[in-house]
Nanobody
Framework: QVQLVESGGGLVQAGGSLRLSCAAS????????MGWFRQAPGKEREFVGA????????YYADSVTGRFTISRDNAKNTVYLQMNSLKPEDTAIYYC????????????WGQGTQVTVSS
């Protein structure tokens, strides 16, 4: 199965931008739909967005629509989360996850990367 490692998190001021990467191991990356999730301290995990296997369809939570963009490069086994116009409420640990076509849940997860947005 695919293994996922997130990177690119850090500290950024409100209104700034950050790009997260999720690097996948294995030879079947293109067979997985990919999702991004986040979890703030004391909060439940929240869906951020998703991209299909071919990369031609994306879906976003209302809270990030218009600000965040998901893309993938199957040749590099990598999915990206471009975050623009960041707000303090975007502060969270961000996780990428993979879902095979026959699964109803995302069942493969990365370790997460911290994003902190200061006011």
């Amino acid at each position: 199965q695919v293994q996922l490692v997130e990177s690119g998190g850090g500290l950024v001021q409100a209104g700034g931008s950050l790009r997260l990467s999720c690097a996948a191991s294995g030879r079947t990356f293109s067979s997985y739909a990919m999702g991004w999730f986040r979890q703030a301290p004391g909060k439940e995990r929240e869906f951020v967005g998703a991209i299909n296997r071919s990369g031609d369809s994306t879906y976003y939570a209302d809270s990030v629509t218009g600000r965040f963009t998901i893309s993938r490069d199957n040749a590099k086994n990598t999915v990206y989360l471009q975050m623009n116009s960041l707000k303090p409420e975007d502060t969270a640990i961000y996780y990428c996850a993979a879902k095979v076509a026959w699964s109803v849940d995302y069942d493969i997860w990365g370790q997460g990367t911290q994003v902190t947005v200061s006011s």
